[in-house]
């Protein structure tokens, strides 16, 4: 059971919004994605709650405040899961945005509300398509089961595109998880190479996806309909990986009862995949030139030469060059294998994939219906390991704090000892963010005393009024997303306002400009939380009389700047590196027009 809110919220014009406790008792839905519902409201203080209330129950929110801008959102971004719409707004009514969604996007359901209802606006709505027609006031409980239902149907629908997909494309590139510089150099050469009949040879660290990449190659290959067959090569003695990779013929020695096919016989126009490739023995790689030079295979104990058409990916994290030099690997099968040479990076050369890294290994190992999250700190820790162990060890310490996290939240305590405590380089290391409330005091006076800030991450100098904005920034743990920097500043000047006002809302609501229902209901969030040391520290260097709504925009406009800068102005990937999908950041561009002058 869950309470929600409780009280009235008085709108302009004189209706209100209930919002009482509701205790629901239905089975919670696991969604493999967040949902995204758009708000049409041109009356500021009803968008305001429904997105809180919509939030508050895990569903992704864009406000519009008219027919037109929510138009062209749909335009830009394509998709959203569910509409509720206002019905009536100076440019245009309810009515007209559904005719016009319904024309573009027959698949998105919409919900229309209204203060004045009558029987025939709402027949006039069924007609047109809504999906339900509901009458101001709403309760809570009236808006949340109407959302369920409709986004019960939006989500068939994606299903099953995503299922067409899904089958078509399970092994694209798509699969591979990254967009740094150096995944894009490698995506670049695995759509020249894919398509071809050339043998690969994959080399890179422990851990770095040699095995997926060798799956994208063929199942992006004209051999994607026949087998993909793996062998890892360090795995067996040198006698019975021949007898598995060649298969060997009834009675060829003890313990052979009956004939057996060898992998490269299964992967017969396919593709074969040798892991650990420097691994094999001498003799063994005697036999693999021939089968590369002849294209056929004889079984251990068989005299028969049988054709096979294989394509050979091949993998090493040695360096096969000196394994030649130092006479331990043939010089002419290192040129038969290295026909087109893919060398991954290891995870510390691009650590710009970390967070969709994580995000992808927190959904993979989840371990209820709520999504869990990474606290800052715990980010931050993250962003400073070197990763000897690449991706793989990424996974596994994410697993491992899935299962030890109290809630749904890795705090530091739930990270392997050798994160928590990096080894030391005999270097003294910065600290990463002050430890006193002076000392985030003392940055801001320099700021203030000087007349200077560090230039923003468009090269610009800040004016005063933001200043502040980049010590802030400043303090932040590397790879921070939008939402947590965000929600964490306002955990602290609530707590901060709560503090000068002597514990009475009424005047933490006032300091911060806010009404008092609202500060209520955004305290409520953050009541039963230990307090976040961070939060005190950035709420120490916010200008005081900015009230909590500037505030907020003030650091989230600068927060853009900089990943839009970081990004090269691709909106896409600065979306990425703040943990927003591309329309919501799309949204969020929107409010603030400047950013790009």
């Given at each position: ?44 203080n ?10 508050a ?8 405040e ?8 749909l ?21 007209e ?21 009558t029987?025939e ?25 109407a ?13 099953n ?12 590139f ?20 894919a398509?071809?009949r ?24 004209p ?8 062998v ?38 396919g ?38 058409d294989?394509?050979?990916?091949a993998?090493t ?10 006479g331990?690997?043939?010089e ?53 390991h ?10 596994n ?27 030391d ?42 200043a ?31 503090a ?43 200008p005081?009389?900015l ?16 990943a ?9 990937r ?24």
């Amino acid at each position: 059971m869950g309470l929600v809110l409780k009280g009235l919220v008085w709108a302009e014009d004189n209706f209100f919004i209930l919002l009482e406790p509701i205790f629901k008792e239905t089975t919670l839905t696991i969604m493999s994605r967040v949902e995204t519902i758009l708000i049409v409201d041109d009356e500021p203080n009803y968008r305001l709650i429904m997105g809180e209330l919509l939030e508050a129950e895990g569903y992704e929110v864009i406000l519009a405040e008219s027919g037109r801008l929510a138009l062209g959102i749909l335009e830009e971004h394509g998709w959203v899961d569910l509409i509720l719409t206002d019905m009536t707004m100076p440019d245009g009514g309810g009515i007209e945005l559904l005719v016009k969604v319904k024309e573009r996007s027959p698949e998105i359901p919409v919900i229309l509300l209204t203060a004045h209802g009558t029987i025939e606006r709402a027949v006039e709505a069924m007609k047109e398509g809504a999906f339900d027609y509901l009458t101001k006031p709403c309760r809570n409980a009236e808006i949340l089961r109407a959302v369920s239902k409709a986004l019960e149907v939006s989500r068939l629908g994606r299903q099953n595109k995503e299922l067409r997909e899904a089958l078509a494309d399970r092994f694209s590139f798509g699969r591979l998880i990254g967009k740094s510089k150096p995944m894009q150099e490698l995506y670049k050469y695995l759509e020249k190479v894919a398509p071809t009949r050339a043998n690969v040879l994959i080399t890179g660290e422990s851990g770095t996806g040699k095995e997926l990449v060798a799956q994208a190659i063929h199942y992006n290959s004209p051999r994607s309909k026949r087998s993909f067959v793996a062998v890892n090569c360090s795995a067996l003695s040198e006698n019975l990986l021949e007898s598995e990779l060649f298969g060997h013929e009834k009675g060829a020695f003890t313990g052979a009862v009956a004939t057996k096919v060898g992998r490269f016989e299964m992967a017969h126009e396919g593709t074969i995949f040798l892991d650990e490739v420097g691994e094999i023995g001498a003799s063994a790689q005697v036999k693999l030139l021939r089968v590369l030079q002849e294209r056929a295979i004889e079984r251990v104990g068989g005299g028969a030469s049988i054709k096979v058409d294989v394509r050979v990916v091949a993998a090493t994290n040695r360096d096969l060059k000196r394994e030649v030099a130092a006479g331990r690997f043939r010089e002419d099968l290192f040129y038969r294998l290295n026909v087109v040479h893919l060398r991954l990076p290891p995870l510390r050369d691009r650590l710009d994939d970390l967070p969709l890294l994580m995000e992808h290994f927190l959904e993979k190992h989840r371990q209820g219906p709520e999504k869990a999250i990474i606290h800052p700190e715990t980010r931050r820790l993250l962003f400073a390991h070197s990763w000897p162990g690449n991706i793989r060890e990424l996974e596994n310490v994410i697993e491992r704090g899935l299962v030890l996290a109290q809630g749904q939240e890795i705090k530091p305590e739930d990270l392997p000892e050798e994160l928590r405590r990096p080894p030391d380089s005999g270097k003294p290391t910065p600290e990463p963010i002050p430890q006193s409330q002076a000392q985030a005091r003392w940055y801001m006076d320099t700021v203030k005393g000087d007349g200077q800030a560090s230039s923003s991450a468009n090269g610009a100098k800040p004016t005063m009024d933001t200043a502040w904005t980049e010590v802030v920034i400043g303090l932040l743990p590397p790879g921070i997303w939008l939402t947590e920097a965000l929600d964490t500043l306002e955990e602290g000047l609530i707590r901060k306002a709560l503090a000068k006002g002597d514990g009475v809302q009424s005047r933490a609501a006032e300091i911060l400009g806010l009404k008092r229902n609202v500060f209520k209901y955004k305290w409520d969030k953050f009541v039963l939380m230990e307090p976040t040391p961070l939060a005190a520290i950035l709420a120490e260097v916010v200008p005081e009389g900015l009230d909590l709504v500037t505030a907020l925009e003030d650091l989230e406009k600068q927060l853009l700047i900089k990943a839009l800068a970081q990004s090269h102005g691709a909106m896409g990937r600065a979306a990425e590196l703040l943990g927003l999908k591309k329309n919501i950041m799309a949204y969020k561009l929107k409010k603030y027009p400047d950013l790009g002058d």
